[in-house]
Every structure is written in C-alpha cells, then in structure tokens.
C-alpha cells in the first residue's frame, strides 16, 4: 500500500500519509477526494513543500518552502533553504518581488501562522526594511508564489511533499533541512487512475 501513480482522472485524489517520502512503499493512512475538487485538501499556511526530485530547474531545485498564506485565490511562501546569495541580512526567498519577514514573536502588521507542536511565526509582507536585530526575526528578499490552483496542479503532479513545520525548522540551520523533512511524516498527492 504505497503511493498510487498518476494516471487518468477518473475515481479520486488520494493523500498518502507517509513517513520518509523517500520510501513510496511505506504504510500510510488515505484520504479520498472527489476527483472534481479543485483545491487539495489539509494544505496551509504554515506547512513547508519540500520539493521533489522531479523538480530540476532552478530556483526550486532541492528546495523548501514555507507556505506563508494559501487560499482559493492562491499562495505564497519563502525558500528556507537556498542556495542563491544575497547581501546580509537578507536571505533569498523566492523569485519574486517583495520582502517578507519571518518574526519569532508578535509585531503590529503581522499574521501568525500555526506550525507544528502549537509553535506560532508571525509574518510580515511587503517592501520591508530588515530589523536592527535579527535575533528573533528572519529577512527574506523575494518570495515564491502560484495563482489560484497552481500549486494544487504541482502537489496533484508530485512535485512537492507536504510538511508540518516547526521553530527549529524555520530559525534552525539550512543545511540539510530538505533531509530532514523528508524522514519526518508528511504526505503526496496521487491520482488513481
């Protein structure tokens, strides 16, 4: 009983609850959605894509992402984990324009995201300045977004896995954070055909 291969879409989408996703034979727990649904189910803000290795083109090459918003009209995220450079403080996230800044703690202007363990991150959008401290806040210049349906299409594709992030995962080191969250439970989309 592991993932199923995309095929026609005829029956229903299935989210495979797995442990390492490296492993497609592992047991998991099945959640059926009328193939006619548009949005995938149990994705939100606050959950981190780990890209997979069906992605090969940069700048989501070995990436994770952390979703910072995701609704009908649809989402939005940083990379954690680039490998692309940019001028201290900032970090890179995304190809996009715009500053988003991750807080540990509550600001004014910032929407809080629920992680992992009942942890919280506070987010901060726009064209920012980066904090006198970044202590307790992470910078981000650019960002990764997709239009309305677009990354339900991508996680129906099995481009991404789905992750609960944690503090530790956000604020923690980068290097190796994508294999981290691989051996740690999630879930992929599949089709059955």
Partial sequence: SG??????????????????????????RYIGVSAGTTRVPHVRAGMALVASEAITAEPFCHTVVLLTAHSAFGSHGVVLNSSVARLPPWRYGGPLLGNVLLHRAAHPGTTPLSLRHGETVHV????????????????FSGRAAWLSGQLDSELRRGLWTVHRASIDDIFGPTQGLRAHLLTSPGFRVAIEG
């Fill in 124 to 139: 901060e959008r726009g064209h920012l300045t980066a904090p006198k401290s970044l202590d307790n806040a992470l910078a």
């Fill in 3 to 28: 993932l199923l291969s995309v095929g026609s879409v005829a029956a229903c989408v299935i989210l495979a609850l797995v442990g390492p996703c490296g492993n497609p034979g592992g047991q998991g």
